[in-house]
Nanobody, 128 residues
Framework: VQLVESGGGLVQPGGSLRLSCAASGFTLDYYAIGWFRQAPGKEREGVSC????????AYADSVKGRFTISRDNAKNMVYLQMNSLKPEDTAVYYC??????????????????????WGQGTQVTVSS
C-alpha cells in the first residue's frame, strides 16, 4: 500500500493550492481517502475525506466552504482544492486511508483512530 502526496508549497494569504494523493497497492473501492494536517506543536487533525465508492464527503468546520475534496477513480487519485488560504492553514498535510469510513462509520469520519495507511506528507505554508 502506498499513498504519495504532492502539490504543497508556499502561498500568500487568500491564495489557492491543489494537493494530490496518488494511491496504489490496494483496491480503492473498499476505502475512503482522507486528508489530515499537523502544524508545529499541535496534534494531527482531520481536514476532509471522501469515500471512493459512493463519493461521500466530510469536512472539518475550519475548512468548510474553502476546501473541496474530489476523486478520480480511474487514476486512483484524490485531490484537495484549497482556496482562500489563511496563515492558520499552514501545516504538513497527509493523505490517509480508512476502510471504516467506506464501510459506513460516518458519525465521526475525521477521527484519527479509524485511519490506517499514511503518506509522508507535503508542506503547505501560507505567508506573505
Amino acid at each position: 500500500v502506498q499513498l504519495v502526496e504532492s502539490g504543497g508549497g508556499l502561498v500568500q494569504p487568500g491564495g489557492s493550492l491543489r494537493l494530490s494523493c496518488a494511491a496504489s497497492g490496494f483496491t480503492l473501492d473498499y476505502y475512503a481517502i482522507g486528508w489530515f494536517r499537523q502544524a508545529p506543536g499541535k496534534e494531527r487533525e482531520g481536514v476532509s475525506c471522501i469515500s471512493m465508492r459512493d463519493g461521500y464527503t466530510a469536512y472539518a468546520d475550519s475548512v468548510k466552504g474553502r476546501f473541496t475534496i474530489s476523486r478520480d477513480n480511474a487514476k486512483n487519485m484524490v485531490y484537495l482544492q484549497m482556496n482562500s488560504l489563511k496563515p492558520e492553514d499552514t501545516a504538513v498535510y497527509y493523505c490517509t486511508s480508512s476502510r471504516a469510513v467506506a464501510a459506513g462509520a460516518r458519525e465521526r469520519p475525521l477521527s484519527l483512530e479509524i485511519y490506517d495507511y499514511w503518506g509522508q506528507g507535503t508542506q503547505v505554508t501560507v505567508s506573505s
